[in-house]
């Protein structure tokens, strides 16, 4: 369980608050930041997966702790902390410049993805 991916983004001015609309400056936006933090969960995820099945996001515990510019690196690393039948844990942190700006607790699920679009509402 202590496999730690570890992926970079960039910060895009179509991620900014100011661009998604989620706060007035052109600083990292806090959903891109969860976004971010989503996506390298589900990257370390991929490996526990079978045939005709994905995750899905189902909780996250974030916070935004330091505002981030635009073009700067966001370094995002996460670790499984738990895994109980199809729900898995991660530990998540985002870094910039060994930085500390978020950190979050986050779980993901693993279903059927034609049995989950099926159920779509």
């Known amino acids: ?20 609309g989620s706060g007035g400056l052109p ?35 974030v916070n935004h702790l330091a505002p981030t510019a635009l073009n700067k690196k966001v370094t995002v690393k996460a670790e499984q902390t738990d895994q109980n039948k199809g729900i898995y844990t991660y530990k998540i942190e985002a870094f910039v410049d060994n930085q500390l700006i978020g950190k979050a607790t986050h779980k993901r699920a693993v279903v059927n993805e034609e049995k989950f679009m099926n159920r779509l509402i």
């Not at 369980?1 to 998604?20: D, I, L, N, Y």
């Not at 806090?30 to 996001?57: C, D, F, R």
């Open 1 to 20: 369980m202590s496999k730690k991916p570890e992926k970079e983004f960039t910060v895009k001015e179509s991620e900014t608050a100011q661009a998604v």
């Open 27 to 61: 600083v990292l936006s806090t959903p891109h930041m969860i976004a971010y933090m989503e996506n390298t969960a589900m990257t370390l995820m991929q490996k526990e997966l079978e045939e005709g099945e994905t995750s899905v996001g189902m909780e996250i515990n």
